[in-house]
């Protein structure tokens, strides 16, 4: 379409901003003063409506309670020290939305509607991103299905909305980590590799009971054979043997992390030796043995990058070494500055709002 995609803004009567007490913020209970809809109907979409954070009306027998038809995304906006407002990589969000709207038989959301929609609402509400180490905007893209009716098949109309909460340094405490060898994520085929909320929800089983055993997070192996390590429940996973740095290739099963590609960069432009390619326990568990094993990370939007502080197989359990020349520190650090604006962007991945 047009540069001047054209979105009708219905601005809140009073902001909520001055009764919001950023220094005790829970993530993502708190939402910014709008947020975007639009609707998919007829075949198309409707013109895409930003109006005050409120209720939607559904009825009972709409679709996505039935069928979970629904899929999201997670980005963030960044405040820099001139109070210029970025967001990063947002087109690979876009491109990544598109492909778990197809995998579900949800039709694509166009560039307009998605870049622009979030360019305008990000703009309208850019006070509530904060400025300061580690805080952000964060930003959350989904659809739904939002027919009415019990027939099982795809709804006939949709709603794309994106709401926003602020979010603040997050740090959760020490993660150690269950590497999973009964239950599977995600299978061959299937829609591990969509952001599709059905995997989410069947995610929280198993994720209880390793919470129950002290871990905060499962590492998911391959649902065919449990050898391979694939990701985490909200993050990629990378591996360190000796200097070399591994992660498993993305696949039908693994959700294709932007955080993931943007450490893959940094650590091409570093020099460092990568490998993408299957993982298997084995491996990972005579690396701790012989001591060549010195660290894993997940990768994520939410947290950027993760040390994983030990980890659980079966009856093996390991504690990663602390070390000096971390190279998750060394990709936090460098992920950071390019988002809040303090390093050069040579890829290009931030976007001004
Ligand atoms: C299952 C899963 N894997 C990986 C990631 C990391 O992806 P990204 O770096 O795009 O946030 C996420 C979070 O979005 C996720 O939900």
Not at 1 to 6: I, P, V
Not at 127 to 146: K, N, Q, T
Request: charged share 25%; proline share 4%; hydrophobic share 40%.
């Amino acid at each position: 379409m047009t540069d001047a995609y054209e979105i009708v803004i219905d601005k809140i009567q009073e902001s909520k901003l001055s009764h919001t007490d950023f220094d005790n913020l829970t993530f993502g209970k708190t939402f910014t003063d709008h947020m975007l809809e639009c609707t998919w109907r007829d075949g198309k979409w409707e013109t895409a409506v930003i109006k005050p954070y409120g209720p939607i009306m559904v009825e009972p027998s709409c679709k996505v309670f039935h069928y979970g038809q629904a899929i999201f995304e997670g980005m963030k906006a960044f405040k820099d020290d001139a109070g210029d407002v970025f967001l990063f990589r947002p087109e690979d969000n876009w491109i990544r939305f598109n492909e778990s709207a197809k995998r579900l038989a949800m039709p694509e959301v166009p560039e307009e509607v998605f870049i622009e929609g979030l360019k305008t609402l990000v703009n309208l509400d850019k006070d509530w991103v904060r400025h300061g180490e580690g805080l952000s905007l964060y930003l959350r893209p989904f659809m739904i299905a939002s027919e009415n009716g019990v027939a099982a098949a795809p709804s006939t109309e949709y709603k794309f909305m994106i709401v926003m909460s602020p979010a603040f340094a997050y740090y959760k405490g020490d993660v150690r980590v269950i590497i999973a060898s009964d239950y599977s994520r995600a299978a061959d085929g299937g829609v591990g590799y969509a952001k599709a909320a059905g995997n989410y929800a069947a995610s929280f089983y198993p994720n209880n009971l390793a919470l129950a055993e002290g871990y905060q997070q499962i590492i998911w192996s391959d649902a065919a054979s449990h050898e391979y390590l694939e990701e985490a429940g909200t993050m990629n996973i990378f591996v360190r043997i000796g200097d070399t740095l591994l992660t498993a290739p993305n696949n039908d099963r693994i959700l294709n992390g932007v955080t993931r590609r943007s450490v893959l960069q940094l650590a091409k432009d570093a020099g460092l030796t990568i490998e993408e390619r299957r993982i298997s326990v084995k491996e990972l568990n005579e690396a701790a043995q012989n001591g060549s094993l010195k660290e894993i990370f997940g990768s994520g939007t939410a947290a950027v990058i993760v040390p994983i502080k030990g980890y659980k197989h079966k009856d093996f359990k390991y504690e990663l070494p602390i070390l000096e020349d971390s190279y998750a520190e060394q990709f936090k650090t460098a992920l950071k500055d390019i988002q809040y604006n303090r390093a050069d962007d040579q890829h290009g991945w931030r976007v001004k709002i």
